[in-house]
Nanobody, 117 residues
Framework: QVQLVESGGGLVQAGGSLRLSCATS????????MSWYRQAPGKQRELVAA???????NYAESVKGRFTISRDKNKNTVYLQMNGLKPEDTAVYYC???????????WGQGTQVTVSS
């Protein structure tokens, strides 16, 4: 069974920083585009950032210049460094693994990020 284990959420003041982590098995990690999504109350889940196996990255316009996604192949972990946090970044953040040639993707359990003004 594929598991994505997230950590790093919490409460932070506006302008602060947090780093989210998501670990999975080497088998899945090595063949997956890894992404972070978020879902705020009453809103749809949205893509925040993604990183391919070749380290190409993609960001939502709202987080460009503030968030950085990276992956550590030795630790089978993807990170989301979030700087300059704003109250509108408040959401549950989900890790996603999309393995190449699989017919499905996988989700973490979600971690709450709350930014106070």
């Amino acid at each position: 069974q594929v598991q994505l284990v997230e950590s790093g959420g919490g409460l932070v003041q506006a302008g602060g920083s947090l780093r989210l982590s998501c670990a999975t098995s080497s088998t899945i990690f090595s063949i997956s585009t890894m992404s972070w999504y978020r879902q705020a109350p009453g809103k749809q889940r949205e893509l925040v950032a993604a990183i391919t196996t070749g380290d190409a990255t993609n960001y939502a316009e709202s987080v460009k210049g503030r968030f950085t996604i990276s992956r550590d192949k030795n630790k089978n972990t993807v990170y989301l460094q979030m700087n300059g946090l704003k109250p509108e970044d408040t959401a549950v953040y989900y890790c996603n693994a999309a393995p190449m040639a699989f017919l499905r993707d996988y989700w973490g359990q979600g971690t709450q990020v709350t930014v106070s003004s």
